[in-house]
């Protein structure tokens, strides 16, 4: 079952062809991890990748980790052969690459029925394309099956002849659109990769950005982006004191009969308390995925 609140905050890319990097994922702190059939494999490889990630994914030993696999688009020539081997392997779910319509969305789900994919394997949609962002909406409701957006920032840079700069001022319309749609639609979305992998300075500054607009989690592409990732999307400690105050402020109001409390001078309402619900939900999924 989809659980909203489930720890995505290291998202990390794995090349489906490496059987050495698909066994190494397996002590890797990643709450999710990506095997990739699709940009990560060579041509000439993607038939030999396809096997060896599905096997492994059959074998498991990826304990708490989410495993997803993103099979190549269903109009190339191996996106139905991925896409059929991607459901009886039975992963956490199937990403889909380019989605950018409703019908692209119900064509997955309808063949994942037909081969007999379980019921718990998800679709993740790669948003990366002008066309799909711009019709994320409609993708977000074509299938309740649907539940997480993953963003593809450098085909999405490219396709609008956009320049990736240190703050993304270009690429913020298109993040901003796809977070508003993710929370309508009670989705999670992550964010795209850091391409500088050892820019850890850069990195934890877009870590930064990336929450600070919203993003449950982002893409990696090294083993090494791991631990900023995961410390960046967890609630620190002075927030989780923070909301349990909040919590107990809220809770001795409601047994006196009010509906406001007060906590540091500030306001608490239900809106403020809901919140800090959240977050300590969010906070014991952690603690519960690294212990």
């Not at 698909?22 to 991890?33: I, M």
């Not at 396809?50 to 993103?70: D, F, H, M, P, T």
């Not at 796809?178 to 300075?201: E, P």
Request: net charge negative; glycine share 8%; charged share 25%.
């Amino acid at each position: 079952m989809f659980d909203p609140f489930r720890p995505r905050r290291s998202v990390l890319y794995m090349p489906g062809s490496n059987s050495r990097a698909l066994e190494k994922a397996k002590g890797l702190a990643a709450d999710a991890l990506i095997l990739d059939l699709e940009d990560a494999v060579a041509p000439g490889e993607k038939v030999a990748a396809r096997g060896l990630v599905c096997e492994v994914v059959k074998a498991g030993g990826y304990g708490k980790r989410e495993v997803a696999i993103r099979i190549n688009g269903l109009g190339t020539d191996h996106g139905i052969d991925d896409l059929k081997a991607a459901c009886a392997a039975g992963p956490d779910a199937i990403l889909i690459p380019k989605a950018q319509s409703e019908a692209m969305i119900q064509e997955v789900e309808a063949l994942m029925v037909e081969y007999g994919a379980p019921e718990t394997t998800q679709i993740w949609a790669m948003m990366e394309t002008p066309l799909g962002v711009l019709h994320a909406e409609k993708v977000a409701m074509a299938s309740t099956r649907l539940t997480v957006f993953i963003m593809g920032t450098n085909d999405l840079a490219e396709d609008l002849h956009a320049t990736q700069t240190a703050d993304r001022a270009p690429l913020v319309p298109a993040l901003a659109h796809c977070l508003l749609v993710a929370r309508s639609y009670g989705m999670v979305v992550v964010d795209g990769v850091y391409n500088a992998f050892k820019d850890t300075d850069g990195f934890a500054k877009r870590c930064a950005q990336s929450r600070e607009m919203g993003f449950d989690g982002i893409t990696l592409i090294h083993p090494a982006q791991v631990d900023t990732a995961n410390a960046a999307f967890a609630p620190d400690t002075r927030a989780v004191e923070t909301a349990m105050a909040q919590i107990k402020a809220f809770e001795e109001a409601a047994e006196r009969g009010e509906g406001v409390a007060v906590h540091e001078g500030k306001i608490v309402e239900n809106l403020h308390a809901e919140a800090a619900r959240k977050l300590l939900h969010r906070h014991n999924a952690i603690r519960a995925m690294e212990h």
